[in-house]
């Protein structure tokens, strides 16, 4: 019987981080994940394919260009879904090698198959040639992440009705689409597929989308969404859908109607825990599937046994799942890491990106804190005019007591890597006065910091003597 310092189950983020900090500590590592390769949700059917997908849409559409060469310009004018899928395997393939490599480095075992627990110390490994093997362990995490949510009424037969895995290998692409969810991952496939001149409407049931982004950019990026021609039903409830060999027709409880050929259904994701056999150590996952941690530790009810990444359920971000997996095998290794970081960027890769850190408008009003934004809009930049960017801007909120950062939130080109310079001032304790008095390379997209605090200053005022 195969015994290990640290059991990690999933190979996604989290697990990996967790395995190969173990692995550094001078423990044994034993990494196992159901998929026929590394990876995990990731790599495979989540963050790696869908950037992956947004980049050769965007590439192979011309969208970047349209600013100079109008909305008809394209770089190929006949883009099919053959074209989409050959860079997606080939930026698969270089992931799950880096991965392998990482392992071997680090001497990480791995192994492919269903882990089941027996108890707070054995699991019972089912192979994928159908051989069990017993494996006990001291410690373990369970980093299995989620699966989209697949509802009974919901006719999915990933042919017309597809889920965001199955979407990955739409055999052709549809002449329009109807998505069903209007959260990070519904927001990013409409916009994707939008990109490339595919009619797509967008229905919501709550009154607007993506709630925790700061008001001021959701309604900016829902006018460029609706600039373009993607249709949004917000606080639409689905009443029923059917399913016909012309296309989907979708009933909203309102009495309309929308009918396109193809639906992608990205409303919510389950854990995928039901193979564990979580009673036998004493942990309940919620109705959900997603189970509960302690926020700091990311310690499971049972002491030895821990949880991160999607499984444990929001941010569900690759990069936090990361810091979780870490964490947890720090602290099941009694190595203290590092205090947590005040604040992480967030950033959601639609078509425009949306990256946003520290608070909103909205969570800063509602504090009290007296307080004054500044506003940069990408098309006043230099950079903004030779990239031929005409929407987008950067909201950088400051304190008015210490001119402290408070915020900074971004919709528009390369928002997701504008972002860190937020961060960093962020939590580094840094204000107003850091944008004012530093230089930025020009022509940069990076400077519309420096016109964002120089706006911010000039309502502000001078500080105050003692400031």
């Known amino acids: 019987m195969p015994n290990v310092d640290m059991l990690v189950i999933g190979s996604g983020p989290a697990g990996r981080r967790a395995a190969v900090q173990s692995a550094k500590l001078g423990k044994s590592v034993l990494v196992v994940d159901r998929g026929r390769r590394l990876g995990g949700v990731s790599v495979h059917t989540g963050t790696i394919p869908s950037k992956t997908l947004r980049e050769t ?74 051989d069990t093997v017993h494996v006990t362990f001291d410690k373990a995490l369970i980093a299995t992440g989620t699966r989209p949510f697949r509802p009974d009424h919901v006719p999915f037969d990933d042919t017309r009705v597809f889920d965001s895995d199955s979407i990955l290998e739409i055999p052709a692409l549809p002449r329009s689409m109807t998505v069903i969810g209007g959260g990070v991952i519904g927001v990013e496939y409409a916009t994707i597929f939008s990109a490339l001149d595919v009619p797509v409407t967008l229905i919501e049931s709550r009154e607007s989308i993506l709630n925790f982004v700061d008001t001021e950019i959701v309604d ?31 009933a909203l409880t309102d009495g309309r109607k ?8 990205a409303a919510g994701r389950s854990g995928s825990v039901e193979a564990l056999n979580l009673p036998a150590i004493g942990v309940e996952p919620d109705k959900r599937g997603r189970i509960k941690v302690d926020p700091k530790t990311f310690q499971t009810s049972a002491p030895n046994i821990y949880a991160a990444g999607d499984i444990i359920g929001f941010p569900s971000l690759a990069s936090t799942s990361m810091e979780q997996g870490r964490v947890a095998a720090c602290h099941a290794f009694d190595m203290p890491p590092p205090p947590a970081p005040a604040t992480f960027p967030y950033g959601i890769y639609a078509v425009p990106e949306i990256s946003t850190v520290g608070q909103s408008e909205d969570e800063v009003r509602a504090s009290g804190v007296p307080y004054e934004c500044g506003i940069a809009r990408f098309r006043e930049t230099s950079r903004g005019h030779i990239m031929g960017v005409d929407a987008g801007f950067l909201k950088l909120i400051f304190a008015l007591d210490d001119r402290r950062l408070l915020g900074a939130h971004i919709v528009g080109e390369g928002a997701t890597e504008l972002i860190h310079i937020g961060q960093a001032v962020i939590n580094l304790g840094g204000g107003v006065d850091f944008f004012v008095e530093n230089t930025f390379n020009y022509p940069t997209l990076a400077e519309a910091y420096k016109v964002a605090g120089l706006d911010a200053w000039n309502r502000m005022g001078q500080p105050e003597p003692g400031q």
Not at 65 to 84: H, M, W
Not at 92 to 108: G, S
Not at 232 to 247: P, Q
């Open 57 to 130: 849409v965007l590439n192979l559409s011309g969208w970047r260009e349209r600013g100079f060469y109008g909305r008809g310009y394209r770089v190929k004018q006949d883009i099919t879904a053959s074209d989409l899928m050959q860079r997606l395997h080939k930026t698969l393939d270089h992931e799950v090698e880096v991965l392998q490599h990482q392992f071997m480095r680090n001497m990480v075992q791995s192994a492919s198959g269903e882990a089941r627990f027996v108890d707070q110390n054995h699991v019972e490994l089912t192979e994928d040639d159908g």
């Open 220 to 250: 900016d990026f829902i006018h460029q969404m609706r600039d373009r021609g993607i249709v949004i039903r917000l606080g639409a409830t689905v009443d029923t859908i059917e399913k016909a060999d012309t296309g989907i027709t979708v």
């Open 258 to 265: 929308v009918r396109s050929e193809v639906l992608l259904f």
